[in-house]
């Protein structure tokens, strides 16, 4: 009887140990991706040049055949 009872105390402590180990895990890394996201957008945020208003010119042609693409 005091076997069992030990037993699942011991059981219920390891779970319980578990769920908390896990919980630290799962914090660290929500944390660390967090961080790099936030370290590529910093990195890359004054690479891409904003175009509001800015007007790009240059030539265009249309071409209708469908098989356009096949053509070497």
């Known amino acids: ?6 037993s699942t105390l011991l059981g219920v402590l390891f779970l319980i140990a578990v769920f908390v180990f896990t919980s630290i895990l799962v ?17 890359s945020r004054g690479r891409v040049p904003e175009r509001r208003g800015q007007v790009i010119e240059g030539e265009y042609r249309e071409v ?9």
């Open 1 to 6: 009887m005091i076997q069992r009872v030990l």
């Open 27 to 43: 914090a660290i890394a929500l944390t660390t991706g967090l961080v790099l996201a936030g370290w590529l957008w910093w990195r």
């Open 64 to 72: 209708r055949d469908q098989n356009y693409h096949l053509r070497p």
